[in-house]
């Protein structure tokens, strides 16, 4: 629920009223002249802070719902200047891209014009923010002394073996004709364009996060309490590592074994068919060698699964589907023959590609099993105690057990419904009787004693695919050698520049464009000096994001991509600001970077951002404020009417951070009479500079000074609407001593309003400057450190006390805060309302909580 600044009642100072828009103009030039919010440098003696916000896609100019983002942001960058931080906040661009690429095709324009024409506006619209950057340390990631530091970066995957090129299943838009990572694809579509995504092999350049999995699973547990626990889930989920065993199948008239990956080894026994994904080569071999009505129907089915999705595939109420292949597979604990079917429920990409279905135990399974009428065998009793205590039976009022539940009652061959849950082991050899950790351990023991199993993990995880076939990326820096070899390309050839736009056609083809640049494919073996070929392809975006952040502590530095020292210094990000939507794989790419760093010996810190704030979403007409949808609301007009100050303000003060809020709910108007209402009280105040602020009303000093007590911690705490709140009162209070009593002479009147412009500064940094120089300072209020509470005026003077009279309340009492039990007792039994509602009955029991309750019981 939205909250609307109180209505300004106070007349226009004289000499005119507030103008925002001329006080914005006047600062921003200032600012511009006098770059105060440049980090500083080793001569800097303060603690440093580094306060970063996710960075934008320059798709034309920013609407509100940018602007939320930036508006948390340089509050946070502010407040810790306040708090005596040198505080590094720079600002840079994600500047690669589809989003580009498909609008110069539009325009008939180069992808770099419309990209830096964008930037331009994006950073104007910044500065008219009144935002604080560090400007000294803009980067741009389609800058060659960018991305030139990721070919130096996928060439150092590549040496440690975690750059590899393999043909896999990817998702594949028709419509942009690239690939797409798994979180680019929404509900089985493109999240860019559309279209519906479809399952294509391709050979791709991939990086090896894998090996990263538990890492980056155990590692989370340093981020509770920093990170959103919300985000922490989803990175948890996301990784998705399961315990159990790989299972090696032999299958009939074919060489080797295909292993099977199972958190239920322990249910081996009860494995009565085998399941490969359709699209997978181990699927397509088996095939091969069956009758051609079996090929023809499994061809077929193929090409019907590619034009589905993961998460339909995945989907547990849609009828089951699949092809028996005509082979079988041997159980390796009892020899028994398994047919093998193709089916679309089992991904190629999870664990091995092929599973050991156990249907008795299995939802999916069962229902395969149930629509193909295969068999069902039950090998956990989930009836038999597991603990020894006593089974809890079902009985009616009359104390008779309802039914007979046996295990053939609840048969899922039967019932249709797999039983899962925990029992004994029956049906299954030398593991009836035993609990199912216990029967997993003995298993697992007698398949590695027969070399046909050992423990193992898996997860959901998969390696991160990072080849696109666009130009608008940083290219690959790999070498095809006429003879087959993959090479680097030479470091001192770095960087390997993308050719000119002028003269490809960008139009998506399914290929690089890149391939069709003939001059620039062609190069030479660095090893041999023959012909050889560059690859086309180009990097995942998510690359450029993956350490931009350790670009910023040196952006322009030609010999390295970042330094150590400087990461010593700055590194880890204190505070990072972005949206809910990269909570995956934009963070999980960073932390895998950051781990890669840390191995090489490069940084000292294996999490790149130590604490996390996510905002909510701006919504207009109920969705996300988006370009690509038409619902927004333009970032420059709002910097005209009602100013930027008014809208930051508005924004914060709508609700918490977290919660997404609709643009129709945020009071733009409400603010920009809250700041007009602010302002001047500074005009009003005449007392000079040197008063002395103890001479002035103790009432308005305690709200000043609970003010800035209060502040850090709400501010800490991401409370900022309630620090917005809180300076209402503040102004409120301030207004009302004003219009009586001393008077605009009072010197707790201009305490108040100096206090007030501080705190101000984090919201509406132009109102609290031109307060600031209202009140007679030179300078910049965004670098006056924060004024500490008087603790004297913390204490409370008196409370209210209320009086209960059998659970009711007959009386409030003002009395003194530091009140013990006796005498609020004693006042309370000589009140008046007190007397008078008791009406001559005896007190039976008082119970005393000073300085706040009186519960007087007369039973």
């Known amino acids: 629920m939205s909250q609307t600044p109180p209505p300004d009642t106070s007349a226009p100072a004289e000499g005119g009223g507030y103008d925002p828009y001329a006080i914005q103009q006047k600062w921003q030039a200032r600012w511009a002249e006098a770059d105060p919010f440049r980090a500083g440098g080793d001569d800097d003696k303060r603690p440093r802070k580094y306060v970063l916000g996710m960075f934008p896609y320059p798709s034309g100019d920013m609407h509100m719902g940018h602007a939320e983002n930036y508006a948390y942001v340089d509050s946070v960058a502010r407040f810790w200047r306040h708090r005596g931080y040198n505080v590094l906040n720079p600002m840079g661009w994600d500047s690669f891209g589809l989003p580009a690429e498909n609008a110069a095709i539009q325009r008939g324009a180069d992808p770099r014009a419309w990209t830096y024409e964008n930037i331009a506006q994006q950073k104007a619209s910044l500065k008219n923010f009144g935002t604080s950057y560090d400007w000294s340390r803009v980067l741009h990631t389609s800058d060659p002394d960018y991305y030139r530091w990721n070919q130096w970066l996928f060439q150092k995957l590549h040496e440690r073996g975690l750059a590899y090129r393999k043909e896999s299943p990817v ?29 294509k092999k391709l050979t791709q350049w991939y990086f090896r996060i894998t090996e990263y999995a538990d890492r980056l699973l155990d590692d989370l547990n340093q981020l509770e309490g920093s990170w959103p626990s919300k985000v922490i889930r989803m990175q948890r989920n996301w990784i998705g590592r399961s315990v159990g065993a790989d299972i090696d199948f032999e299958i009939e008239g074919r060489d080797g074994v295909v292993t099977v990956f199972s958190t239920r080894p322990d249910t081996l026994h009860g494995a009565t068919f085998f399941v490969v994904a359709p699209e997978s080569d181990l699927a397509a071999e088996l095939a091969a060698g069956a009758s051609a009505e079996v090929r023809m129907r499994f061809q077929a089915y193929v090409d019907s699964v590619g034009r589905e999705s993961e998460i339909e595939r995945q989907a547990t109420d849609r009828p ?21 079917w193709a089916a679309d429920y089992v991904l190629a990409d999870y664990g091995h590609g092929a599973v050991m279905a156990v249907p008795a135990h299995d939802q999916r399974d069962l229902d395969f099993a149930r629509a193909f009428d295969l068999p069902v065998r ?114 001192e050839q770095l960087p390997l520049v993308l050719p000119d736009a002028a003269g490809l056609d960008l139009t998506p083809k399914g290929t690089s464009p890149l391939g069709a640049a003939t001059e620039w494919m062609q190069t030479v073996d660095p090893e041999t000096g023959e012909p050889a070929l560059r690859d086309p392809d180009t990097m995942d975006t998510f690359v450029d994001s993956s350490w931009y952040f350790l670009r910023f502590l040196n952006p322009g530095d030609p010999e390295k991509a970042f330094s150590p020292k400087e990461a010593d210094k700055w590194a880890p990000v204190d505070s990072y600001i ?36 996510n905002q909510g979403m701006v919504l ?32 914060v003060f709508a609700g918490p951070v977290e919660d997404d809020i609709n643009w129709e709910d945020v009071s733009t108007t409400g603010a920009q009479k809250f700041l007009a209402r602010a302002w001047r009280v500074a005009q009003d105040v005449s007392s000079s500079p040197d008063a002395v602020w103890a001479e002035g009303d103790p009432a308005l000093r305690r709200v000043t000074h609970r003010l800035l007590a209060d502040a850090p911690g709400l501010v800490e705490q991401t409370k900022f609407n309630v620090v ?67 603790p004297t005026l913390l204490v409370e003077e008196s409370v209210t006390a209320v009086v209960q009279i ?27 309302r007190v007397i008078r509602s008791l009406a001559g009955r005896e007190i039976t029991r008082a119970v005393v909580r000073a300085p706040k309750v009186v519960s007087f019981s007369t039973h």
């Open 378 to 491: 039950v090998v956990v009793d989930t009836l038999a105690p597991i603990t020894g205590a006593i089974p809890v039976i079902d009985v009616d009022a009359d104390g008779i057990p309802v039914g007979d539940e046996t295990l053939d009652s609840i048969d899922p061959a039967k019932t249709g419904i797999a039983l899962t849950g925990e029992g004994r082991m029956i049906n299954s050899g030398t593991l009836d009787g035993l609990s199912k950790r216990n029967a997993i351990a003995r298993v697992i023991d007698e398949l590695s004693a027969r070399g046909r199993g050992r423990a193992a993990k898996s997860y959901r995880l998969r390696d991160w695919l990072i080849s696109r076939q666009r130009y608008w990326g940083t290219p690959i820096p790999m070498i095809h050698t006429a003879d087959g070899r993959i090479v680097p390309v030479p470091d």
């Open 171 to 199: 998702n594949w838009c028709p419509n942009d004709q690239t690939v797409l990572a798994n979180e680019q694809v929404v509900d089985g579509r493109c999240e860019r364009c559309g279209h519906e995504v479809v399952k």
């Open 320 to 340: 089951k589907t699949g092809v028996f292949l005509e082979r079988y597979a041997i159980n390796p604990i009892n020899g028994e023959r398994l047919p093998i």
């Open 578 to 613: 972005g949206g809910v939507e990269h909570a995956i794989l934009h963070l999980l790419y960073a932390r895998f970077i950051t781990k890669v760093l840390f191995d090489m010996g490069l940084v000292e810190f294996t999490e790149p951002f130590s604490s996390l704030i």
């Open 806 to 832: 059998d659970g009711k309340v007959r009386a409030t009492l003002q009395v003194p805060a530091r009140i013990d039990a006796d005498a609020l007792e004693a006042l309370a039994r000589g009140d008046e």
């Open 620 to 651: 207009l007409d109920g969705s996300k404020m988006s370009k690509s949808k038409g619902n927004l609301v333009e970032f420059a007009s709002s910097m005209v009417d009602p100013g930027a100050d008014a809208s930051r303000v508005a924004m």
């Open 724 to 790: 917005v709140a809180r300076l209402m009162e503040l102004v409120n209070a301030t207004r009302k001593t004003i219009d009586s009593g001393a008077g605009p002479a009072d010197p707790a009147v201009r305490e108040a309003a100096e206090v007030t412009a501080m705190v101000l500064d984090l919201f509406a940094p132009h109102t609290a400057e031109e307060m600031w120089e209202i009140l007679g300072y030179e300078g910049f209020v965004g670098l006056v450190p924060w004024r500490q509470a008087d």
